[in-house]
């Protein structure tokens, strides 16, 4: 029985006529969206006349306000189907036209309120470009983020700001500006901001060893020049500097061992070695090329005799805190094995002196 009434069903829908977007076709009107849609009005009217049943006054007064005149003449009897099509192909093609022209317009007017839009924006951006105080601020914003500075304490904005502007138009810090920037405004006192600073020094300062051949102003300026991640400016006035610079001890020394520190940044340990062995035959009581021996020569994997260089930088007077310092720069810059040997092999020195490297962790 359930069997019988499927085939039946089934009969029934192949028997139904035309699927509603036949309907549309057949009726010329499938250019209009409600002519297949079930439970449109227009659908239900086309089922109607599909149906050969008469239409209701309403519904014929629908197919006169949508301009389907041909179609209320065919359903009225009024025309045949021949002239029914020629007609109703001329109203389609009428619609789709009129339709076309609508879409054309909408997207033009659509297209100048976007234009004037953007104008507007311009506008408004151009005017905020004028503004005063608003491209003081984003002057403000672009020199914070230029030297990596966050928020600035506003006690000390003023000044900083001032400083900031400085530093970006070229123009050297005094020595209280600089020490005012790192003890007091210490948040400031960024990476970028100091390495900035630093550049500029080398500048001037090689400058300043041009005009004068003054040792000390290259001494000075390579310093500087390392401190500003450029270690081959550094090596460029030193080896200037050293053809000029004469026999005498203290200030070819003071050379020899800031040429070794930045040919110790660029890779060249064993060049570097040699250079603070020349120093510190020039001037044996002077720490300064002891400490870089120091840290050549663990560079070099020789850790017994970089803690001696070491140890006696600190008897000839230098600080415990800068070798530290010193230490845990060369630390920063070694391969995890190679950390590892030096901080195992200091602990098994004296692990008091270096009691820090147990709880110093790299990150």
Not at 84 to 91: K, L, Q, S
Not at 183 to 189: I, N, Q, S
Request: aromatic share 6%; with cysteine; proline share 4%.
């Amino acid at each position: 029985m359930l069997v019988f009434s499927s085939i039946l069903i089934t009969q029934v829908f192949l028997m139904a006529g035309p699927s509603q977007a036949g309907l549309a076709e057949k009726y010329l009107v499938d250019d209009l969206p409600g002519a297949a849609l079930v439970g449109a009005r227009l659908n239900g009217i086309l089922q109607k006349i599909e149906a050969g049943e008469t239409l209701t006054t309403l519904a014929e007064a629908f197919l006169t306000s949508g301009g389907l005149s041909s179609l209320l003449a065919l359903s009225t009897g009024q025309i045949d189907r021949p002239t029914f099509e020629e007609a109703a192909g001329r109203e389609r093609s009428e619609r789709i036209q009129r339709a076309k022209e609508d879409a054309d317009r909408a997207a033009a007017a659509q297209a100048q309120k976007s234009e004037a839009m953007d104008a507007a924006i311009k506008a408004r951006f151009a005017a905020m470009e004028n503004d005063p105080v608003l491209r003081r601020k984003r002057e403000a914003r672009e020199l914070r983020d230029r030297f990596d500075i966050g928020f600035i304490e506003t006690e000390h904005y003023p000044r900083a700001m001032r400083l900031l502007k400085q530093v970006a138009n070229g123009n050297r810090l005094t020595p209280e500006d600089v020490a005012w920037l790192s003890t007091e405004a210490v948040d400031c006192w960024t990476d970028s901001l100091q390495q900035a600073w630093h550049r500029l020094e080398a500048e001037a300062l090689t400058k300043a060893w041009e005009k004068s051949d003054d040792p000390w102003n290259a001494v000075n300026a390579s310093a500087h020049w390392r401190k500003a991640d450029e270690p081959q400016q550094a090596l460029d006035v030193t080896g200037a500097a050293l053809e000029k610079a004469g026999r005498s001890p203290k200030p070819r020394s003071a050379l020899l061992t800031t040429r070794g520190g930045a040919m110790r940044d660029v890779g060249r340990l064993s060049e570097a070695r040699s250079l603070g062995l020349e120093a510190h035959e020039l001037t044996p009581t002077d720490f300064r090329p002891c400490t870089l021996l120091g840290a050549v020569s663990m560079e070099l994997g020789d850790l017994a005799v970089g803690h001696e260089w070491y140890a006696k930088a600190e008897a000839l007077g230098a600080e415990r805190r800068a070798i530290d310092q010193d230490l845990r720069a060369l630390l920063i810059r070694s391969g995890s094995d190679a950390r590892d040997r030096i901080r195992a092999y200091l602990l098994g020195q004296d692990p008091e002196r270096f009691a820090w490297l147990r709880k110093w962790n790299h990150r």
